[in-house]
């Protein structure tokens, strides 16, 4: 470090510690310094060869490292990112949220689609993705709307993530989640203006979604999404969850019930199309429709954490994880 100048130790420094420490993006870190994004990412480099940096590898991340494989192994997963479990369960989602952006970041590619669901994760992503990973983007919402809810409602959603992608094309369902009825979803759906927005959703070159556990505190009762007495007749039918809007038994098989007639957004046959399909959830209660999701195969890369991961493979292999 002795050959570099005072102001050369002051820059590299104010990089590092924005870029490791504040969490900004390469490209939020080049428009706060005025320089070049390609000139900061030379620069991160140098951090750590000069040594600004140290990059530490906790024991945790390798007993992670080993969850993924095994996760990959058991479901069949293009990739398992299981992420350290926090001291503050409160904390876990918007971690999850991280990481999922993250993933999601890398896989963009220039003139994609990305198709989004909702929920606390989601949104926790949306507000953590990486300013423009690629260009000419299409966000393209799969659910539809909530009467209330700013952060989790997925009209703010989608919205958020199209700011940050910077999208060239922005696409919501101008409906409710859920249809009053299996008759007026099917009006709703046949109106040339949902038609549109369904056929951009169905064929999304990416999903990132959330999975909706069924539990009295859940935030698809909280907010509105189904009622209590949904809730309840749902767990008489047998579901676990919800999963693409969808509710689900233990199999991941859609159950009987009038609630599964009434989602105005993509059919789960529709969206086994989408070349790749991410799920991020984790945390006791989410347990059962993570499994559900996994084994009725809707999800090509799996989000969670630690606790939930070993839960998982224990329950899949009988104990012998």
Sequence with gaps: MSGYSHEERELLSRIAWAYHVNGMTQAEVADWLGVSRARVVRLLQVCRDEGFVQIIVNTDRAVCNELERQLEAAFGLRRAIVIPAPSNPRQLNHNLGQAAAHYLSGALRDGNSLGLGWGTTVAAAASSVPVEPAQGLTVVSMYGGLPYSIVVNPYEIVTTFSRRLKASQTYYIAAPMFAPSPESCRLLKSQELFRSVYARAIQVDIALIGLGELAVNATNIVLGAITREDFRSLVDAGAVGEVFGAFVDAAGQPVDHPKNHCFMGPTLEEVRSIPLRIAAAGGPSKTAILRAALVGGF???????????????????????
Excluded: I, N, P
Aim: hydrophobic share 40%; charged share 20%.
């Design 299 to 321: 999800a090509d890369v799996l989000v969670t954490d630690e606790t939930t991961a070993g839960t998982l493979l224990m329950a899949e292999t009988g104990g012998e994880s």
